[in-house]
Antibody
């Protein structure tokens, strides 16, 4: 079964950092570009970042550029999102996704609050 | 950025009747590789998004065949042949042809 499982979310103070992880299974992880998408409470979906199959090329939404870093470890079938300088507006559920053809994960909640 | 516009934003439907949601993009979604990366997602209340359709018309694993996608270029449609109670939720279209990837505003499907 193809599956993505996120972890690493939690409560963090403004200005803080976290590393989100996404474990992939059931497909050849290294063959696909991967993305992070987030959803703030009561809001719609917002694409955050993407990484190429090799990890050599990355893309970011303007809202997170310079603060978030996407990476992957194909030997561990794992996608990461390092988030720094967190703001209240970064509070959201973060989903990893093989956007082009699925699947999507179940999400991990990041709450930025003092 | 490509703007994705969904209509209607709210759709009251009678159980067993069909439903249709439209999604229009501000630019063609045909990628240089020849594919059109237009997806439809369903989000039931208090649930994560679930991929229904990818590349316009391909149903994801486990998605009932009452869901179908169609369209080309800039105009796309999600159809539900016979709405069931479990179909209540918000439906989003998404383009993954050009960065930044973008979503429609969401269409709320509810039962009359």
């Amino acid at each position: 079964e193809v599956q993505l499982v996120e972890s690493g979310g939690g409560l963090v103070q403004p200005g803080g950092s976290l590393r989100l992880s996404c474990a992939a299974s059931g497909f050849t992880f290294s063959s696909y570009a991967m993305s992070w998408v987030r959803q703030a409470p009561g809001k719609g979906l917002e694409w955050v970042s993407a990484v190429s199959r090799s990890g050599g090329t990355t893309y970011y939404a303007d809202s997170v550029k310079g603060r978030f870093t996407i990476s992957r470890d194909n030997s561990k079938n794992t996608l990461y999102l390092q988030v720094h300088s967190l703001r209240a507006e970064d509070t959201a559920v973060y989903y990893c996704a093989k956007v082009a053809t699925g699947p999507w994960g179940q999400g991990t909640l990041v709450t930025v609050s003092s | 950025d490509i703007v994705m516009t969904q209509t209607p934003l709210s759709s009251p439907v009678t159980l067993g009747q069909p439903a249709s949601i439209s999604c229009r993009s501000s630019q063609s979604l045909i990628h240089s590789d020849g594919n059109t990366y237009l997806s439809w997602l369903q989000q039931r209340p208090s649930q994560p998004p679930r991929l229904l359709i990818y590349k316009i018309s391909n149903r994801f694993s486990g998605v009932p065949d009452r869901f179908s996608g169609s369209g080309a270029g800039t105009d796309f449609t999600l159809k539900i042949s016979r709405v069931e109670a479990e179909d209540v939720g918000v439906y989003y279209c998404m383009q993954a042809t050009q960065f930044p990837y973008t979503f429609g505003q969401g269409t709320k499907l509810e039962i009359k």
